[in-house]
C-alpha cells in the first residue's frame, strides 16, 4: 500500500509512503497504525493498492470490451492547491498505455488503444459529442509523437508530466502546445449520457 493522501496534519508525513516502511519507522504494527489513520482522518486516507499483475492487464486491454480509463481526479501539478502524493498514472495513464503495452509489450495495436481511449468509452459512456472526430463534434484532440510518448511520473515524483505530446485540444481550444499551458480554459465537466 501506498499512501497517497490523509487528511490530518499529523499523518501529512506518510504521504507518498508505502504503509509497511512507514509503520515501521515509527515502530508501529501495520495494522494498528492503519487503523489509527483511519480513524484521525475520519477515513480520508487516499491509497494506491498493488494486485495487478502485467499479464492480466495484456490480457484486459486485448479483450474486445476492455477500455481505456482513469480513476484518477483532477489535481494541481503546482502552486497552493498542489496536495499529497496521488497514483502516477493522473498523469500518465494514456500515454503508459502507448509506451508499455503498444510499443514494448504489444499487448494492442496503436489503433486498438486510440479506440480504446476514445471512441469506444466514449460510446460507453453515452458522450455523443466525444470520442471521434467529426464536424459539430467537441474536438477533444491529442497531438502526440508515437515512438516517443512515454509516462514519466513515479510514485516518488508523481507530478511529472508526460513526454512526447505536442499538443492537447479541448473543446476546440489549445490547451497545451510544446509544454506550455493555454490562457484559455476550455474544459468543462460533462455528464454521461449527455
Known amino acids: 500500500m501506498h499512501i497517497a493522501s490523509a487528511r490530518a496534519p499529523e499523518d501529512k508525513p506518510a ?15 501495520p495494522y494498528e497504525l492503519t487503523v489509527q489513520m483511519l480513524r484521525r482522518n475520519n477515513a480520508g486516507v487516499g491509497m494506491v493498492g498493488f ?7 495484456d490480457r484486459i486491454l486485448a479483450h474486445p470490451y476492455g477500455m481505456v480509463c482513469s480513476d484518477g481526479g483532477a489535481f494541481a501539478v503546482d502552486g497552493p492547491t498542489r496536495r499529497g502524493s496521488p497514483h502516477p498514472r493522473g498523469a500518465g495513464s494514456f500515454p503508459r498505455v502507448i509506451a508499455r503495452y503498444v510499443r514494448e509489450r504489444k499487448a494492442i495495436t496503436l489503433e486498438q488503444a486510440i479506440h480504446k481511449m476514445t ?5 460507453r459512456v453515452r458522450l455523443a459529442d466525444r470520442g471521434r472526430v467529426a ?7 491529442v497531438v502526440f ?6 509516462d514519466t511520473a513515479t510514485y516518488e515524483q508523481p507530478f511529472s508530466y508526460p513526454v512526447g505530446v505536442n499538443a492537447v485540444v479541448v473543446n476546440g481550444v489549445v490547451a497545451l ?3 506550455q499551458r493555454g490562457e484559455q480554459r476550455s474544459g468543462r465537466s460533462v455528464k454521461p449520457g449527455s
Open 135 to 141: 464536424h459539430g463534434l467537441a474536438a477533444d484532440l
Open 119 to 123: 471512441a469506444l468509452s466514449a460510446s
Open 145 to 150: 509523437n508515437a515512438n516517443t510518448i512515454a
Open 51 to 57: 494486485a495487478m499483475s502485467e499479464e492480466n492487464l
Open 15 to 29: 504521504e507518498g509512503r508505502r504503509l509497511g516502511a512507514y509503520a515501521r519507522s515509527l515502530g508501529v504494527d
Open 177 to 179: 502546445r510544446d509544454g
